[in-house]
């Protein structure tokens, strides 16, 4: 069974940082895209940022220059550190990764994990 496990969230005030960790544990093929998303209370889930596998990085144009995703295969892990933090950054923050269900990745399924909260006071 694949597990996401995010960390690193926390309460900052507007102009500080956060580094976000994401570890993937259960998954036994290397192909994978991953992606980091919030959801603010009465909002819709957006994306924030997101790496494929062939390690293309988009962002929303909200974070850009102040956000960077990267993500070391080795730890299987996913990082989102964000800067300049402002009050509308506070939201619940999830790790997404989309996995392959099978050795010759015909078909894929995207996992999620529990979320971090992130907090940001003016």
């Known amino acids: 069974q694949v597990n996401l496990v995010e960390s690193g969230g926390g309460s900052v005030q507007a102009g500080g940082s956060l580094r976000l960790s994401c570890a993937v544990s259960?998954?036994?093929?290397?192909?994978?895209?991953m992606g980091w998303f919030r959801q603010a209370p009465g909002k819709e889930r957006e994306e924030v940022g997101y790496i494929d596998n062939h390690e293309s990085i988009r962002y929303a144009d909200s974070v850009k220059g102040r956000f960077a995703i990267s993500q070391d295969n080795a730890k299987n892990s996913l990082y989102l550190q964000m800067n300049s933090l402002k009050p509308e950054d506070s939201a619940m923050y999830f790790c997404?990764?989309?996995?392959?269900?099978?050795?010759?990745?015909?078909?894929?399924?995207?996992?999620w994990g529990q979320g971090t909260q992130v907090t940001v006071s003016s």
């Open positions: 997404a990764a989309d996995l392959c269900t099978n050795a010759l990745c015909f078909g894929r399924v995207r996992r």
């Open positions: 259960g998954y036994r093929y290397t192909t994978k895209s």
